[in-house]
């Protein structure tokens, strides 16, 4: 069956980094494009990252440009998200997503891992 697992979240303090990465199986890793969305309490889920299934093109959350870092490696399925220079508002569940083509809504999901930036 489909998996995604996400791991690498936790708390770090403002300023700091963490590196989340999802792998997945069960579908053909390397037909899809592979997105993080996060979702914050209170809040709707929000798309942060996507990147094509040939890592050409990739889409960041203006509000992450220039501090997150997506990349996928296709022969080992996974995908993962650097974030560095991380602020409270980076605080969400951080959950991996695989979508048949660019731009759709993704057809599959992961269970999210939390991600806590706070002092």
């Known amino acids: 069956q489909v998996q995604l697992v996400e791991s690498g979240g936790g708390l770090v303090q403002p300023g700091g980094s963490l590196r989340l990465s999802c792998a997945a199986s069960g579908f053909t890793f390397s037909n899809y494009a592979l997105n993080w969305y996060r979702q914050a309490p209170g809040k709707e889920r929000e798309f942060v990252a996507r990147i094509s299934s040939n890592g050409v093109l990739i889409n960041y959350l203006e509000t992450v440009k220039g501090r997150f870092t997506i990349t996928r490696d296709n022969a080992e399925n996974t995908v993962s998200l650097q974030m560095n220079s991380l602020k409270p508002e980076d605080t969400a569940v951080y959950y991996c997503?695989?979508?048949?083509?660019?731009?759709?809504?993704?057809?599959?999901w992961g269970q999210g891992t939390q991600v806590t930036v706070s002092s």
């Open positions: 997503a695989a979508a048949r083509r660019w731009g759709d809504v993704p057809n599959y």
